[in-house]
């Protein structure tokens, strides 16, 4: 549902950039106070979550993840509508930051993986129904704004289960140990002293970087190639719903291939987890590059490369979170 809402706004940014009388610079604008609003916040949230209600604090998030979704819809100034959208930001920062602790805290081992496989199968799998979303209720609508007034609802019953459904652990409480905070000072230069959380952080940084890229810009890109080529008639409505099959399909198969291929192979390589990582994004780059230079040559050939550049760069998403868990806890 989060992912959902994420990405409505990428499947119509063409209209909103229309109705907003704005450039590409400040379409890009939405997407870095996002992720600045989410940057600056995650930190605090896990900070918070190490030390009080987790569950209060993610309902506490996807509230004010849904119901400023649901107000932006009706702003009509570009400024305010931008501010929202950080608000956005801060309200999944809470969510995602502290969500894979959770699962880290009532599973372990393989089970862990198959969890945390399934959690982030969800984001891929969001964000392509977001584009679909987005395009089909704007276009039934006739109206951009109908896509982020239709999931704020999901929210809704995201937060009663949250409230009242969801477990929420004792930290460490899946391998029997009694986990106590520590001041933020000794928390981060633990941190910095861990070389694989580092390095994954690092390395996990470029990958949200080209998934950001492709999410924001990915059907904008595709509908300007395509209309270079003659005789074809497309709307960006429609280019959203294909990017957003393409990308949900690529999700459903990628993340759970990603943690199969893990664990199958843990017992007869000990490094395969970064192993597999490494050779997936090393895969997914080329893909990704030979489908945006097919765009204005072959429709089908653009997507068929999209989906296997995004199944190959989905497939490192469970995997990484194993690693930081594991390698930090």
């Known amino acids: 549902m989060f992912s959902i809402i994420i990405c ?19 379409a890009g604008l939405l997407q870095t106070v996002f992720v600045v ?10 900070y918070l979550g190490d030390r009080y209600s987790r569950r209060t604090i993610m309902a506490f998030g996807v509230a004010l993840w849904s119901l ?33 602790t959770i699962i880290s805290d009532l599973f372990v081992g393989n089970v862990r993986s198959k969890m945390l496989a399934f959690f982030y199968f969800a984001i891929p799998v969001g964000s392509g129904l977001g584009y679909i979303v987005g395009s089909v209720a704007g276009a039934a609508a006739g109206n951009w704004r109908w896509g982020l007034r239709v999931t ?18 004792e930290r460490g409480q899946a391998e029997d140990s009694h986990i106590k905070a520590t001041s933020y000072k000794d928390d981060i230069r633990s941190l910095i002293k861990n070389p694989s959380f580092m390095l994954s952080t690092l390395a996990f940084t470029c990958v949200a970087f080209v998934t950001g890229a492709l999410a924001w810009w990915g059907p904008q890109f595709i509908y300007l190639g395509l209309t270079l080529q003659p ?20 999700g459903a198969i990628g993340v759970p291939l990603g943690s199969a291929l893990a664990q199958r192979l843990r017992s007869r390589f000990e490094d395969c987890d ?10 997914s780059s080329p893909l990704v590059y030979l489908a945006l230079i097919c765009v204005n040559v072959h429709e089908a050939m653009t997507y068929i490369l999209m989906f296997l550049g995004m199944v190959t ?5 469970s995997i990484v979170a194993d690693i930081v868990l594991v390698s930090v806890f």
């Open 37 to 46: 609003a989410y940057m600056v916040f995650a930190p605090i949230f896990g």
């Open 313 to 317: 760069l989905n497939l490192t998403w």
């Open 68 to 100: 400023t979704t649901f107000f932006g819809s009706f702003i009509g100034n570009f400024a305010l509508f931008a501010f929202f959208r950080g608000l956005v930001g801060i309200g999944e920062a809470s969510y995602s930051t502290i969500a894979p």
């Open 231 to 250: 005789d074809i008639n497309i709307t960006i409505e429609s280019v959203s719903y294909k990017f957003g099959l393409v990308g949900m399909f690529a």
């Open 152 to 169: 704020p609802f999901l929210g809704a019953v995201a937060v009663a289960l949250i409230a009242w459904v969801m477990q929420d652990p």
């Open 274 to 283: 970064p192993l597999i990582c490494g050779f997936a994004l090393l895969a």
């Open 8 to 26: 409505i706004v990428s499947g119509v940014l063409g209209d909103v950039k229309k109705e907003f009388g704005i450039g590409d610079d400040k």
